[in-house]
């Protein structure tokens, strides 16, 4: 049987946005998301996060900080008793000041691949699932993965996901 999951977007969603985020002492949950997940591991949605991370592409952190970061997120989520099932991330960019990274692709949303790729190796079930974002991009790929998208526009993440997911 398929899983159902639920994708979220990373800075902005889950976290402040802070602008090119790798450090986590500069790490800041949004108001209830800590919460939000535990409440869609207990629902038994897979809880996957998907992020473009072009810091790596302009030379502000590496992937590695970026993995390390996300190793950070779910020691920390231990003390709510919440996790996440997985990072897909995007270390591209058009206009890359790190050459091997500088390129258009797929993987960037709003291109859809992340949640693809995510969807083939989680054996999800798109519709059961949702994708939730600050973004219009985050909507964007969302549609091109033919899952239903809601937007976060701040207040709690928690309340959010409640109301989203089938109760």
């Keep these: 049987m398929a899983n159902k999951a639920v994708f979220f977007d990373r800075d902005g969603t889950l976290n402040v946005d802070t602008g090119y985020l790798y450090k986590p002492e500069e790490f800041v949950w949004i108001e209830g998301a800590p919460e939000a997940i535990r409440y869609a591991n207990e629902k038994g949605y897979k809880v ?3 992020t473009n991370q072009s810091g790596v592409a302009r030379g502000y952190f590496t992937e590695a900080e970026v993995h390390a970061l996300h190793d950070w997120m779910n020691e920390d989520l231990k003390k709510y ?3 996440i099932d997985a ?3 995007c270390p591209h960019h058009p206009e890359a000041a790190v050459k091997e990274y500088a390129k258009k692709c797929e993987c960037r949303k ?3 691949k992340l949640v693809e ?3 083939r190796d989680f054996d999800i079930d798109k519709t059961a699932s949702v994708l939730i974002g600050d973004a219009d991009r985050d909507l964007e790929c969302a549609e091109k993965a033919g899952i239903r998208g809601v937007k976060y526009t701040g207040g709690s993440l928690y309340e959010l996901v409640i ?3 089938p109760r």
Excluded: M
């Design 48 to 50: 996957i996060v998907v």
């Design 81 to 83: 008793n919440a996790r």
């Design 87 to 89: 990072f897909y991330y």
């Design 110 to 112: 709003p291109g859809s």
């Design 117 to 119: 790729d995510a969807c």
């Design 163 to 165: 109301q989203s997911l």
